[in-house]
Structure formats: C-alpha cells, structure tokens
C-alpha cells in the first residue's frame, strides 16, 4: 500500500493506493473521494464502551470507517481543518495524540485512552489524549502546519500548539514568564515539556481563530 500526502502544509490530504488485502482505518467523515470499488464499512472506535469512552474525553469520533478493495484502487482523506497531516510509522511503539487529532491508521495500530494529567487539563489541553500503539501508520492531522522537535531538556510550547508527542515526554504547566510579563503579554499559561523524546507542534491555534472572531463578529 503506499501512501503520498499531497497539497501540505495548508490544505493536506492523503491519497492512498489501495491493494487487494489492504485496510484502513480512518475517523468519520475523513473520506473525500475514493474508487467506485472501495468497500467501507462503518463500526464503534474499539467497541461501544471505548467508543463512548473516545467521544467524551478523547475527543473523537463514536464510529470509524474500515476501506478496504479487491482490486487495485485509490482513497483520498481529509480532514475539517485546513492544515497539515503527518504519518507515523509505528513499530510495536506509542505515541500520544491530542484530542481531535487522529485520521487514519492501518489494521495493526490499536486506539485508546491515557490519562493526560490535571497539568495538562489546567494548560488546555484535556485530562485525557488518545494513545496510539502497535505496528503500522498513523496520520494525524493539526490545524495549520506541523513542525517536531527532539526535547533533550526542557522546552516550552504555549497552549493548544502541541499535537503529538512520544510517551517518554512529561507534561507540566507553567508561567510563560514572571506574573506581569506572563499574564499582560498575552501568553498565561504554557506548557513545559521535558524529554528525551519527540513531540509535534502545529502553528495555529484553534482558540486563537475563535477568539479572533469573536472579537471581529460581534
């Protein structure tokens, strides 16, 4: 099966060859065309109960969609956002997802929840992130384009730009300065990473969008 993901970093979409034998598994309505012989079967996320579980705290999707062809073919996923799409190739590893970011994944690439940590639902970010592990890929989707960074230390990503990240990384909230400088320089509250590990960013933000408008809209 190969895989190209096209048009990056702004209106990203993945085109995906399908063979016979081929599946994949991708989050309701990430479908923007595919073959007329792609079969698609709708399905819970995990089952009903962690299907539940991923809607409330995760942030995704009650059903999932399984593609899969006889015969050579072609599907093409999107996402709501405009922005980037990143793919992972797992290798019996993990990798942690913000709520809202996963595409697709292939057969071997298991979904469910971890729990993030009040740290991480005081910065913003949820007190649950979906976990990813197995073999095989994953994409996942931002708002905006994605950049990575190795972490050796610490370092610090300000509130709703971190995406993704490798389970060795830890989670803490933070000033982004002193009182003042934090709060009047319209930063707050930040999120401090340590590694090792790698973690990924986007470079919008969602809450900047809608606070834009709200303040332009009304």
């Known amino acids: ?17 399908l063979q016979p034998g081929d599946k994949i598994i991708a989050e309701a309505d990430a479908m923007a065309s595919m073959s007329a012989n792609v079969r698609m079967k709708t399905r819970f996320s995990g089952g009903v ?3 539940i579980m991923k809607r409330i705290f995760g942030g995704e ?10 015969a050579p073919a072609e599907l093409v996923l999107t996402q709501g956002l405009p922005g980037d799409i990143e793919s992972i190739d797992l290798k019996g590893t993990t990798l942690f997802l913000q709520p809202g970011a996963f595409l697709a994944c292939e057969p071997g690439v298991s979904l469910g929840l971890g729990w993030a940590g009040f740290a991480s639902f005081i910065g913003g970010e949820g007190l649950f992130r979906l976990k990813v592990k197995g073999n095989g890929r994953v994409w996942f989707s931002a708002y905006g384009g994605i950049f990575s ?5 610490e370092y610090i990503v300000d509130t709703g730009h971190l995406v993704a990240y490798e389970p060795s990384i830890n989670i803490r ?4 300065g002193g009182i003042f400088s934090s709060f009047f320089g319209g930063e707050g509250l930040v999120t401090k990473v340590r590694g090792p590990g790698k973690i990924y ?14 303040a332009h809209m009304t």
């Open 61 to 70: 999707s009650l059903f999932v969609n399984e593609f899969s062809a006889d």
């Open 201 to 214: 960013m986007q470079s919008r933000n969602f809450s900047g969008l809608t606070s834009w408008m709200n």
């Open 49 to 51: 109960i962690k299907a």
């Open 149 to 153: 960074r190795e972490i050796t230390d």
């Open 1 to 17: 099966m190969d895989a190209i993901t096209r048009n990056r970093p702004s209106f990203a979409n993945v085109q995906i060859k």
């Open 173 to 176: 909230v933070g000033l982004a």
